[in-house]
Nanobody, 114 residues
Framework: VQLQASGGGLVQAGGSLRLSCSAS????????MGWYRQVPGQQRELVAS???????NYADSVKGRFTVSRDNAKSTVILQMNSLKPEDTAVYYC?????????WGQGTLVTVSS
């Protein structure tokens, strides 16, 4: 499965950004798609994920500010990020997982200025 992410960029604190990720290839009907982020020197962490059935999971740090959604027909996952904080600055990676298989997108930089 190949993942193509878009969105990201520079925004002031309190602003919003939208990340989009499209999957292509041999996509299984039962899967989980989501977003992780990584700051240099730190481990990659889960931001939000959503199953093909619509069940969502969020990091505590983004609950109430970020919303993950998906369009199964288009194999696309969206991360709407509102009320951004400087600590949200990171490289965001799209992820696809199904059974024991996982795939990563190329990463997109989100920078939140104070």
């Amino acid at each position: 499965v190949q993942l193509q992410a878009s969105g990201g960029g520079l925004v002031q604190a309190g602003g919003s950004l939208r990340l989009s990720c499209s999957a292509s290839g041999n996509i299984f009907s039962n899967n989980v798609m989501g977003w992780y982020r990584q700051v240099p020197g730190q481990q990659r962490e889960l931001v939000a994920s959503i199953t093909s059935g619509g069940r969502t999971n969020y990091a505590d740090s983004v609950k109430g500010r970020f919303t993950v959604s998906r369009d199964n027909a288009k194999s696309t996952v969206i991360l709407q990020m509102n009320s951004l904080k400087p600590e949200d600055t990171a490289v965001y990676y799209c992820n696809y997982g199904s059974y024991s298989y996982t795939s990563w997108g190329q990463g997109t930089l989100v920078t939140v200025s104070s």
